[in-house]
T-cell receptor, first 111, second 112 residues
Framework: NAGVTQTPKFRVLKTGQSMTLLCAQDMNHEYMYWYRQDPGMGLRLIHYSVGEGTTAKGEVPDGYNVSRLKKQNFLLGLESAAPSQTSVYFC??????????FGQGTRLTVV | TQLLEQSPQFLSIQEGENLTVYCNSSSVFSSLQWYRQEPGEGPVLLVTVVTGGEVKKLKRLTFQFGDARKDSSLHITAAQPGDTGLYLCAGPVPYNFNKFYFGSGTKLNVKP
């Protein structure tokens, strides 16, 4: 039972570089979410998806893009990384009105 | 401004003490969830409260949903070092079940 799996777990980027974070789930979740977690800020919603082929903006979408080409995968892209994007990123999946299941996080540092 | 405000932000207590953590909003929520997060891990669900005034118990943890469904509390009786972690409340944005918003969290440290 893999659940929700995020790759990579750690990454260091230079300012201006791009990267993609992958979230894969085998729980047949309709909804998938990307959050970032910063000290004292809880989890803030970046983007989310309510089904294959759909995406929508959350609280802090600027500087990020997402795609959900397949139901089981939700990709988070940073086109031009900035130090302000240093954070821990969490992906989650859920079915309507049920709990969210989280991945173990990706720790990203932008220098 | 966060949709869900948690207090206190930090709490450090001795083993055996009782504590209460609060989650407040000016908005009505159809449900609220409580998660616990340990270092290096993602949040894990503890409970979901749905009905105004509802009280749920999970061993030494008691969760309450306010009558007006704008607030919730988590009470821990006789805290143990294993309760140490970050406690987060979360809920779907009113009228939009697709978005889950989280509070800023309460960091609990229980000293032996």
């Amino acid at each position: 039972n893999a659940g929700v799996t995020q790759t990579p777990k750690f990454r260091v980027l230079k300012t201006g570089q791009s990267m993609t974070l992958l979230c894969a789930q085998d729980m047949n979740h309709e909804y998938m979410y990307w959050y970032r977690q910063d000290p004292g800020m809880g989890l803030r919603l970046i983007h989310y998806s309510v089904g294959e082929g759909t995406t929508a903006k959350g609280e802090v979408p600027d500087g990020y893009n997402v795609s959900r080409l397949k139901k089981q995968n939700f990709l988070l892209g940073l086109e031009s990384a900035a130090p302000s994007q240093t954070s821990v990123y969490f992906c989650a999946g859920a079915t309507r009105n049920t709990e969210a299941f989280f991945g173990q996080g990706t720790r990203l540092t932008v220098v | 401004t966060q949709l869900l405000e948690q207090s206190p932000q930090f709490l450090s207590i001795q083993e055996g003490e009782n504590l209460t953590v609060y989650c407040n909003s000016s908005s009505v929520f159809s449900s609220l969830q409580w998660y616990r997060q340990e270092p290096g891990e993602g949040p894990v669900l503890l409970v979901t409260v749905v009905t105004g005034g509802e009280v749920k118990k999970l061993k030494r943890l008691t969760f309450q949903f306010g009558d007006a469904r704008k607030d919730s509390s988590l009470h821990i009786t006789a805290a143990q070092p294993g309760d140490t972690g970050l406690y987060l409340c979360a809920g779907p944005v009113p009228y939009n079940f697709n978005k889950f918003y989280f509070g800023s969290g309460t960091k609990l440290n229980v000293k032996p």
